[in-house]
């Protein structure tokens, strides 16, 4: 096991397997996603208070559960480069950061346009919608830290700090409408007792879920590739692979 965790620290063997793994994430992902879009717009039944204007539920509810998992993710991240030193740790925090900044953009978005007709305005300072929109504040404050220092290893250091002290926010995210009186409703998903979403509803909303973590997959591939080529770019490894 330790071997393999040290192989995959290795920048020239984690470059290889994230190219053979991106297509994995990359194709599956486009099936589910193109498969719950079908399903929740066309198949899915109409709700009895919201009509048809829940559907965006299938965009919303997938794209702020992907902003708290991808903050965890960049937060392990970043926390496993500070203590153990990983420079290929650092990198998977940066790559996934605007990822992470862009789920979050879509997801307040979302809301927004749901909220308009639901509650009569595009923005209210509610509990959860504050707190997710400290989430997009979080994302970007540590993109910005990471590009004002010059030195490589610092802009690790102080991002990693940021992200590890922030992930504080992301339970708060969660339990906001269990913690204050909000207009957001309470979870009608992940909770003990059973959803409180029809099954028809609810197949492809697990779905639509499913697509976007492939989808997240993928992407990190993807991103992670290119923040290896940019530190390593003077490597001898990459001009042999070249």
Known sequence: MWLWIHKFGSPPHAYRLLGKLAPWFGWPALGLILLATWWGLVKAPADYQQGDAFRILYVHAPSAWMSMFTYVVMAVAAGIGLIWRIKLAHAAAAAAAPIGAAFTFLALVTGSIWGKPMWGT??????????????????????????????????????????????INVPIIHYSVVWWSTLHQAASVTK???????????????IMIAGFQLYFGWLICRRLRAEILRRERNASWLKEAN
Do not use: C, H, N
Request: hydrophobic share 60%.
């Open 122 to 167: 595009w923005w209210v300072w509610d509990a959860r919608l504050t707190s997710e929109l400290l989430l997009l504040f979080l994302y970007l404050g540590y993109m910005a830290l990471r590009a004002s220092f010059d030195d490589p290893q610092r802009a690790d250091r102080a991002s990693a700090v940021l992200a590890i002290v922030g992930v």
């Open 192 to 206: 003990l007792d059973k959803p409180s979403i029809a099954l028809p509803m609810l197949i492809p909303l697990f």
